[in-house]
């Protein structure tokens, strides 16, 4: 029997390389993964890598975005637009969800319960169900509403765990690859998922 998977959403934010830091890291600890892409992160990821994500050729598509070989890897895919999919059902087995990256309109359709697609039943569903839901947001500035979505996450179960790389485990050079794997990161810590993406506070300034 399938172990249950983690539910990824990638969302219209900028940040795609997080959500593919995100899903080597799952690959690599050897977890099963479904995969939602909200239509606006299509644009986002044509913007960001100049790579197309088409419902039709996912597994080549996402091969391609990950540079990794799936033959022996356990992803299934979920397009946005079935709301009869496996996920938008509690009854769905599932360990938990990660929303990576989360634009604010999905914070903000997963906060009031919109279900506009596949990406925010999902995670309303994960979160009912009280499972681990890991919300990756990116917008800066923020308005107060923005906030208030998040709040209402939290207040729902949801780690909010804000695409904000500490520069502590890498220093000043930190390359951008660095950075996004700082994230990365800990969004698996919340998952509790094991990883080598970050170097960890040791108690001791300089030690780098
Ligand atoms: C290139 C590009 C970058 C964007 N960056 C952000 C962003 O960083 N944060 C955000 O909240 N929305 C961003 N947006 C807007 C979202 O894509 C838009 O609100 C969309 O409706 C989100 O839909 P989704 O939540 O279904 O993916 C961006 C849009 C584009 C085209």
Same mark, same amino acid.
């Given at each position: ?5 983690? &539910?990824?959403? $990638? ?14 890291? *799952?690959?690599?600890? #050897? !977890?099963?993964?479904?995969?939602? %892409?909200? =239509? ?7 913007? !960001?890598?100049?790579?197309?994500? =088409? @419902? ?9 975005? *990950? #540079? ?21 059902? #509690?009854?769905?087995?599932? =360990? ?14 997963? +906060? ?11 995670? !309303? ?7 681990? $839901?890991? &919300?990756?947001? =990116? ?29 502590? #485990? ?9 950075? &996004? @794997?700082? %994230?990365?990161?800990? %969004? ?15 108690? !001791? *300034?300089? +030690?780098?």
């Amino acid at each position: 029997m399938r172990r249950e998977p983690w &539910i990824v959403g $990638v969302s219209g934010a900028s940040g795609t390389p997080y959500a593919a830091a995100v899903l080597r890291g *799952l690959i690599d600890a #050897g !977890e099963p993964v479904d995969l939602v %892409v909200s =239509r606006a992160a299509r644009l986002t990821l044509l913007d !960001e890598t100049g790579r197309s994500f =088409r @419902d039709a050729h996912w597994a080549a598509d996402l091969g391609d975005w *990950l #540079g990794v070989g799936l033959d022996d890897v356990d992803v299934r895919y979920w397009p946005a637009g079935d709301l009869a999919a496996g996920p938008s059902s #509690g009854s769905y087995p599932a =360990r938990g969800m990660i929303v990576v990256p989360a634009s604010t309109a999905a914070c903000a359709g997963i +906060a009031l319960g919109l279900s506009k697609d596949l990406l925010q039943r999902a995670a !309303e569903v994960n979160l009912k169900e009280r499972r681990r $839901v890991v &919300i990756v947001p =990116r917008e800066t500035p923020v308005t107060r509403s923005h906030l208030l979505h998040l709040v209402e996450l939290i207040d729902a179960g949801a780690v909010v765990l804000p695409a904000s790389p500490g520069f502590y #485990g890498s220093g000043a050079d930190a390359t951008a690859q660095q950075l &996004i @794997d700082f %994230v990365a990161g800990k %969004v698996l810590d919340a998952a509790g998922v094991k990883h080598t993406l970050l170097t960890r506070w040791t108690g !001791e *300034l300089g +030690a780098r």
